[in-house]
């Protein structure tokens, strides 16, 4: 099934789908920063002896999840984020395609009569998201948002009895917000189209492309209907707090960089239209919930964790900046991330059966003058814990932020750990 899904495609780099010919469920919701479900298949095959469970502590797209599936591999999975959990459980279910035909039909009946209630809606979200919004900008006008809300509340009274179907319409349409908005969403962030103010979406284009969309997941269904029927379990939780009580063959997984990119942000629209982010509150909770890879939230950091000369010469050039640096908190930050991520690796680690390996593609940051170096820093403080990293290789460079000049200077590696 997975030769099928992948159809032996030509890719960049292991570490991106970026530039790849898009595969089945992928286009649920564009992912361009989730890595490429081949670096799951090479890892499968690189391991001693079978593996039957693989775990990946930060979940993400799922591409985890699902390049497992195909493979007939049972998964565990810990995502933070409650839509990307909620995408993730999505694209795993198996599915009764003739029931969601017809749960489409009556979804679309039902939100043409559904007068709905934007000043409700106004009340619960912030108010840069619907027209007038603030300062004469907003993400949704008048009537996309009022379309928006009746396909919402038309899904959860169409697909009552069903939290499958009902998961399933939602993750589409949170696929298909940014498309009907005056906003563009990268992995670092929002920002306002050009010219959006001449831009103009109408109601039957929000319920039509929700259709095509709906369409295309179902042919992605019936297409691999065939899937092999294999326990994949998703957890919604921090991966700081978890553990895990029964042993893996294979950890694959990529944590947030520390580029201080709150990746809370570039879900934010999807978290608040569809009801997970509720309050100030909620949203200050899931920020601090997430690993310490960014400023954009108050918090108290960890400090930083022994046994690695490069962080510590890292912190030293951070420390000696701070004054010019755009934020003060930055090398606590940092400090902080090292410690977060290596509890959550331990974690993992100790998760494997003998014998087993954890892949992890990090990625380097630059903050003033100062290289942070991730995949050095986390080779030495796992193998002053006696971890056997038996390797450390760039498989791709990116490029630095604005302030750098948009240098591809910064690596993206690939890191090999064996028990």
């Known amino acids: 099934m997975y030769s099928t899904w992948t159809r032996g495609r030509d890719i960049a780099s292991l570490g991106t789908n970026d530039g790849a010919t898009p595969l089945a469920f992928q286009k649920w919701h564009n992912f361009k920063e989730a890595f490429a479900p081949e670096l799951i298949y090479q890892a499968v095959n690189s391991v001693g002896g079978d593996v039957n469970a693989c775990l990946d502590p ?12 195909m493979l007939g591999i049972e998964s565990t999975t810990v995502e933070v984020n409650p839509y990307l959990a909620d995408v993730i459980r999505a694209k795993l279910h198996t599915y009764n395609s003739d029931l969601l035909v017809a749960r489409l039909r009556d979804v679309r009946r039902v939100s043409r009569r559904i007068v709905p209630d934007l000043d409700l809606a106004r009340a ?10 603030v300062g004469g900008r907003w993400i949704f006008g008048t009537e996309v948002a009022s379309a928006l809300v009746a396909l919402l509340e038309a899904i959860d009274l169409a697909a009552a009895d069903d939290e499958h179907s009902r998961r399933f319409f939602r993750v589409v349409v949170g696929g298909m917000l940014t498309e009907v908005s005056n906003v563009l969403v990268s992995g670092k962030g929002r920002r306002y189209r050009r010219n ?6 109408t109601a039957n284009e929000v319920l039509s492309l929700f259709a095509l969309r709906v369409e295309s997941a179902i042919a992605d269904i019936i297409t691999f209907a065939g899937r092999p029927n294999v326990h994949s379990k998703v957890v919604h939780g ?10 893996f063959d294979l950890s694959v997984f990529s944590p947030p ?15 608040w239209m569809l009801g997970y982010l509720t309050d100030t509150t909620s949203n200050i ?17 960890k400090p930083a964790p022994d046994g690695s000369t ?27 991330y090292f410690q977060d991520l290596l509890e959550v690796t331990e974690t993992v680690l100790r998760s494997l059966r003998a014998g087993g390996e954890c892949w992890m593609v990090v990625g380097d940051s630059r903050y003033g003058q100062t290289h942070v170096p991730v995949a ?30 948009f240098k591809s200077s910064l690596a993206e590696s690939l890191l090999k750990v064996r028990l």
């Not at 959006?196 to 979406?201: F, H, I």
Request: with cysteine; net charge neutral; proline share 5%.
């Open 285 to 301: 909770t899931l920020r601090r919930n997430t690993l310490a890879s960014h400023v954009q939230v108050s918090r108290t950091y």
């Open 310 to 336: 490069i962080l510590s010469a890292t912190l030293h050039g951070l420390d000696a900046e701070k004054d010019s640096l755009w934020s003060k908190h930055l090398p606590a930050m940092v400090g902080g």
């Open 376 to 405: 050095d820093v986390i080779k030495e403080l796992l193998s002053a814990r006696g971890y056997d990293v038996y390797s450390a290789e760039p498989i791709r460079h990116m490029k630095t932020s604005a302030q750098q000049g």
């Open 196 to 201: 959006w103010q001449e831009r103009s979406v």
């Open 238 to 247: 921090d991966a700081r707090t978890q553990t895990f009580t029964n042993l």
């Open 257 to 271: 960089y520390p580029n201080s990119f709150d990746y809370t942000d570039v879900y934010n629209v999807q978290l």
């Open 124 to 133: 619960v979200l912030p108010p840069t998201f619907i027209e007038p919004g």
């Open 58 to 69: 930060f979940g993400g797209s799922g591409t985890t999840a699902l390049t497992c599936q």
